[in-house]
């Protein structure tokens, strides 16, 4: 186990978040508190948009962990960005339920409408396009999350074609 975090090292993070870590261990036992490594991780996307590899390390720091076992977590979860991506992050379901019913169209369409590829992101910074494995909504591909956090259903062109403006719409009226 890696010894206490440095000052030097926590210093990089706002007070706040390292409360909001503070409150997250607290929810284990003292010899389990690297259980509190996806929150942690959470913490400092919400705080820096993304986990660098020297967030993890913070992380792994804080939390007592191999930087090698935050970095894991990190890359095996969708919903840490490992760079900076777009105000919008579109995860879209490549599983093969949605790919049955039209996953690849639909991610076709967007990329056309979008003028990226899978993982880039629009010159303005607005939207970033990602794959996922599995959204857990077979039911209702294809699917979409925006910001891992708002799920979209049974996205055809149209539907797709809607989000995209009301995005934009939103984006214009707060500029």
Known sequence: MNPEPTQAGLAALSAQALARFDREV?????????????????????????????????????????PIAVHEVTTFYNMYNQQPVGKYKLNICTNLPCQLRDGAKA??????????????????????????????????????????????????????DQLIAGLQSAEAKSS
């Open 26 to 66: 607290a929810k284990y036992p003292a010899d389990q508190k690297q259980s509190a490594v996806m929150a942690c991780l959470t913490i400092v996307q919400e705080e820096r948009g993304y986990v660098s590899a020297e967030s993890e390390v913070l992380v792994a720091d804080y939390l007592g962990m191999a």
């Open 107 to 160: 991610l076709s369409h967007l990329e056309h409408k979008l003028g990226i590829a899978m993982g880039e992101t629009t010159a303005d910074g607005l939207f970033t396009l990602q794959q996922s494995e599995c959204l857990g909504a077979c039911a209702d591909s294809p699917v979409l999350l925006v910001n891992d956090l708002t799920m979209c259903s049974f996205m055809s062109h149209e539907k797709i």
